[in-house]
C-alpha cells in the first residue's frame, strides 16, 4: 500500500504564489508518473500537470508558464510551484501517482487533496 500525503495549500491574492508538495510513503517499489490534479466547486476533476519518472513534463494550457511540477525520485515527492495565481484556479488540489510493484503490476494512488483559494 503507498499513501500519499499532500501539503503547502493555503488562501493567497491575486498574482501571488505557493509551492505544494505531495510524499509518497508505505511499501514503494517504484514510483513511476506523478501528476497534479484538480477540482474547483461544481466542476470535474481535470490534469494540471504531469511528470514522468525521467523528468518530462506536461501541463494544462491554463497553467502554462505559471505553474513548474517538479519531483525528487530519492525522496518519492513531486512539488507543485504555482506562480501568478488567479481566483480561477481556486480548487482542491490533488496528488497522484502510479506505483510499480516489484512483481510488475501497476496501481494509481490518490492523495486526500489540498485548498488552493485565490482572492481577487
Known amino acids: 500500500q503507498v499513501h500519499l500525503v499532500e501539503s503547502g495549500g493555503g488562501l493567497v491574492q491575486r498574482g501571488g504564489s505557493l509551492r505544494l508538495s505531495c510524499a509518497a510513503s508505505?511499501?514503494?517499489?517504484?514510483?513511476?508518473?506523478m501528476a497534479w490534479y484538480r477540482q474547483a466547486p461544481g466542476k470535474q476533476r481535470e490534469l494540471v500537470a504531469l511528470i514522468f519518472r525521467g523528468g518530462g513534463t506536461n501541463y494544462a494550457d491554463s497553467v502554462k508558464g505559471r505553474f513548474t511540477i517538479s519531483r525528487d525520485n530519492g525522496k518519492n515527492t513531486q512539488y507543485l510551484q504555482m506562480d501568478s495565481l488567479k481566483p480561477e484556479d481556486t480548487a482542491v488540489y490533488y496528488c497522484?501517482?502510479?506505483?510499480?510493484?516489484?512483481?510488475?503490476?501497476?496501481?494509481?494512488?490518490w492523495g486526500q487533496g489540498t485548498q488552493v483559494t485565490v482572492s481577487s
Open positions: 497522484n501517482a502510479e506505483h510499480l510493484s516489484f512483481h510488475g503490476s501497476r496501481s494509481i494512488y
Open positions: 508505505g511499501s514503494i517499489f517504484r514510483i513511476n508518473d
